[in-house]
């Protein structure tokens, strides 16, 4: 690999990724914790495969998906703060990295690469999650969804996320599975990559989300990263 890049392609010295879909799989646990509430309630469990589509957007999202309720009433809010409650309490029962994940990560700490997570998840949820997990590495920064008032799509988490490790916005790439993280990521000057192994619905387009590219598993990613470090 060559030490510098084409003039007009800028180096890459950072990796930051999207937690929910991108980072982990953490879809099984959010799928176990809207049906344990939709049980307490007397609801038959929703399939997996309905679910995990939903599993990057929220508690709103899974709200919405899982109880027939109308989104401005004290009602949902209440179950919406319920299921939080009880996806709190088994934060990281199935939780995992995406296969090749690891492999990935070290192979950014060996390139000298540093690395972090920008995500829409709360601290509370979050710092738990990471603490029960054995990432085989450790996060530069963590900037979570309640660490700034602005969440994305808007670019300011993923400016501190590149500040807080003494990066340049612009050789930053920010990994997500969301029309919002594209849009955060560019609005961030920040190379952006469509983890299409995430969360993905049938309504997303991620083609249109005119990212720089769009990977189908984490080793795709490290393939990305030499590729374009070399000026391939």
């Avoid at 307490?40 to 508690?59: D, I, Q, T, W």
Wanted: proline share 8%; aromatic share 6%.
């Amino acid at each position: 690999m060559r030490d510098s890049v084409p003039e007009g392609r800028r180096p890459i010295t950072a990796v930051l990724f999207d937690l929910d879909g991108t980072l982990l799989d953490t879809a099984p646990d959010l799928a176990g914790a809207l049906n344990r509430l939709r049980a307490s309630r007397g609801y038959p469990p929703l399939p997996y495969a309905e679910v995990r589509p939903h599993a990057s957007h929220g508690s709103f999202a899974l709200t919405r998906l899982g109880f027939e309720l109308a989104e401005d009433s004290a009602e949902f809010e209440a179950t919406r703060l319920a299921l939080l409650d009880v996806y709190h309490r088994h934060v990281a029962d199935e939780t995992t990295l995406f296969p090749g994940m690891a492999s990935l990560l070290e192979t950014i700490e060996n390139a000298g690469l540093r690395w972090g997570i920008v995500t829409n998840k709360p601290g509370w949820l979050t710092e738990p999650l990471l603490a029960k997990l054995s990432l085989g590495a450790v996060p530069g920064c963590v900037v979570s969804g309640d660490t700034l008032p602005e969440r994305k799509p808007h670019p300011a988490p993923l400016l501190l996320a590149a500040e807080q490790i003494a990066c340049d916005p612009a050789h930053c790439v920010y990994v997500g599975d969301a029309a919002r993280d594209i849009e955060a990521g560019k609005r961030a000057g920040m190379y952006t990559l469509v983890a299409g192994y995430g969360y993905l619905g049938p309504d997303d387009d991620p083609q249109a989300w005119a990212a720089d590219a769009i990977v189908s598993a984490p080793a795709d990613i490290a393939n990305w990263l030499a590729a374009h470090q070399s000026g391939l």
